[in-house]
């Protein structure tokens, strides 16, 4: 099938090669010149696990361009622009309204291509689009036929490629079962699993395919919005009670898990941290509350969740603080600046707010990312911090180290010798990655969030085992 997807950041991209390693015609179409040419060199523009293996097997399939050119002759054309945040909380539909405006200026009446949202957009986006085309084509004297869907996306950064081909759900939002059934085409090999699973990426073990649920597009828009909200909620209910647990002396990855084995409530985004970041979370929290604000309705609960994450982000200065007693003229190493393992992406990542916090109270800031180094220096020029080189370049003078990224290869550092480096041997393990009772031993003093006090010789279940 001919797709054409708009838009080449993390969805897009990440998207349209899934789609064409499954065998697709796919055109990667994005605005921005940069991108394009650096795609048409070779080199991908994100870091996501698979992509060198995923893109050379698919390279056949996909062509990129800046040009909208020749659009009406695909058969799918799927929308994946940034919907970032007004200052309203509202989400901003410019780029969107920009992709579709272009999309309808090309279209001539001959073809119509199903036009897909896969951006995340307020409830009602699918039908403001198809009157936006419609209003276009007609100023052209085309009476048009066009068909608006909304397919939301799930896929999280650093586990894309594995959540394309082996979603757990496919969510087609579309106003008749023709729409839905182009769409279903488009993911059919996803569906039935008639795909050779990658290398990188072998089929999950036991795993049958996703569930296709099939909606109108406002319940698909909705879906979208609530999962995130819910998701960020259940990360924010865990901080909440992590404070909790810290003063009561409990220790909440023992709480986590054994409230995880509940299959109600399941294990899964119960790991207490320094705050969830991320540029998604944040920004569909506040466009939902936005959107339910013009109803005159209240979200409190998502609301909360806001609130709570951002009094979770001010926990860790307040750890440095009391464990160093004077920030002003420390040396402080970040360890870890995406705002998750397994992607370089930094929007919204906490270690921003930290590192400005920080700086502020007269701190020296040293940091260090396996991959994320370019990015955060891009998208902060000029911040006065010192780039380390490696775990150990990092550690060296340090009177503190904060962890904020769990990413795998720190929790399996030489975390003996890097003690050594430090000045001072204060660890704030922003993510819960390590063992306290080990990090006490190697001649830590050790805050991890919502486990302040160890009790000699307790044997923490939940320690070895992981919540993912
Ligand atoms: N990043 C993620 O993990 C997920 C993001 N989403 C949603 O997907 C959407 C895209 O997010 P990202 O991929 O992270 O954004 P991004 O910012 O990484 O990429 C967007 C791309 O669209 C391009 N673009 C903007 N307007 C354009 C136009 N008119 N024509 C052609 N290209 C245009 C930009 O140049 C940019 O390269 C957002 O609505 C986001 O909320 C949904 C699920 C996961
Ligand atoms: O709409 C989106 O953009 C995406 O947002 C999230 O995906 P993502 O932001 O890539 O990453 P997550 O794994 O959800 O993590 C988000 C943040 O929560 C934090 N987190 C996650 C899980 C947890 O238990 N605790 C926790 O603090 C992470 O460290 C990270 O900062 C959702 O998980 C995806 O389903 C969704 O498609």
């Known amino acids: 099938m001919q797709v054409t997807i708009i838009g080449s950041g993390y969805v897009g991209l990440t998207t349209g090669v899934a789609l064409a390693y499954l065998g697709h015609q796919v055109t990667l179409l994005d605005k921005n010149p940069a991108v394009v040419s650096a795609l048409v060199k070779g080199s991908c523009t994100i870091y996501e696990y698979g992509m060198d293996e995923l893109m050379q097997s698919a390279r056949h399939n996909i062509s990129f361009t800046t040009s909208f050119a020749g ?22 539909l410019g780029f969107v309204e920009n992709a579709v405006a272009q999309i309808a200026g090309h279209l001539d009446g001959t073809n119509y291509p199903v036009i897909v949202n896969k951006s995340t957009v307020p409830p009602g986006t699918a039908s403001r689009v198809k009157t936006l085309v419609n209003n276009i084509l007609l100023g052209k004297g085309i009476y ?96 909440e009670f992590a404070g909790l647990a810290e003063l009561l002396n409990a220790d909440i990855v023992d709480v986590a898990y054994g409230m995880g084995l509940d299959s109600r409530i399941g294990d899964k985004f119960l790991r207490a941290g320094v705050g969830w970041g991320g540029s998604c979370f944040g920004k569909d929290a506040r466009a939902i509350l936005y959107t339910a604000q013009k109803y005159g309705y209240s979200l409190p609960l998502v609301q909360a969740a806001i609130e709570v994450n951002d009094r979770q982000k001010k926990l860790v200065t307040s750890k440095i603080r009391s464990s160093l007693k004077t920030i002003p003229g420390s040396t402080i190493g970040i360890i870890g600046l995406a705002f998750k393992p397994g992607t370089d992406d930094c929007r919204e990542t906490p270690a921003t707010d930290l590192i400005s916090e920080l700086l502020n109270m007269g701190a020296f800031i040293k940091v260090y ?53 430090m000045k001072k041997n204060v660890f704030i393990d922003g993510r819960n990655l390590f063992d306290p009772r080990v990090m006490d031993e190697l001649g830590f003093v050790y805050h991890g969030v919502g486990r302040r006090v160890r009790v000699k010789g307790h044997t923490a279940v939940a320690d070895s085992k992981a919540l993912s």
């Open 369 to 421: 990312d396996p991959m994320a180094m370019e990015n955060y220096q891009k998208q902060n020029p000029g911040l006065p911090v010192e780039y380390a080189a490696d775990l150990a370049d990092l550690a060296a003078g340090c009177d503190a180290l904060v962890l904020l990224t769990e990413w795998e290869q720190f929790k399996n550092a030489d975390w003996q010798s890097l003690r050594q480096l």
């Open 144 to 239: 048009s036929g066009v068909k608006v869907a909304s397919n939301p996306e799930f896929l999280r950064e650093g586990t894309a490629f594995l959540d394309a081909l082996y979603p757990d759900r496919i969510i087609i939002g579309a106003e008749d079962r023709s729409t839905t059934e182009v769409l279903i085409e488009l993911y059919n090999p996803i569906i039935k699993q008639s795909f050779t699973a990658p290398a990188c990426l072998p089929r999950p073990k036991g795993y049958a395919g996703p569930v296709l649920f099939a909606t109108n597009p406002l319940n698909a828009e909705l879906i979208k919005y609530a999962s995130n909200a819910f998701l960020a909620m259940k990360i924010s209910f865990i901080n």
């Open 71 to 92: 659009i009406g002759s695909s058969r799918v054309i799927l929308i994946a622009v940034g919907t970032p945040p007004k200052s309203s909380g509202d989400a901003d």
